[in-house]
């Protein structure tokens, strides 16, 4: 689509893109990291790649194993 489009098409899109990129609300970095650290330190008991699956609860868990004879 965008080779069928004049160098002077693509270079409109791109700035109508970049009038809707710029209405965007922006933060500050050290805001929205410390954001981010404290609800990932919160939810980390809820995280079954920190903490692990219970064998019982586990839809992954080998049903039986290979024997080699």
Do not use: H, W
């Not at 970049?18 to 008991?45: H, M, Q």
């Amino acid at each position: 689509m965008a080779q069928e489009l004049s160098e002077k098409e693509l270079l409109k899109m791109e700035v109508e893109q970049l009038k809707k990129e710029v209405k965007n609300p922006r933060a500050l970095i050290s805001k929205t990291g410390k954001e981010i650290k404290d609800y990932v330190e919160a939810e980390a008991g809820n995280d079954p790649l920190l903490k692990g699956i219970p064998e019982d609860k586990n839809p992954f868990k080998e049903k039986g194993g290979c024997i080699i004879s």
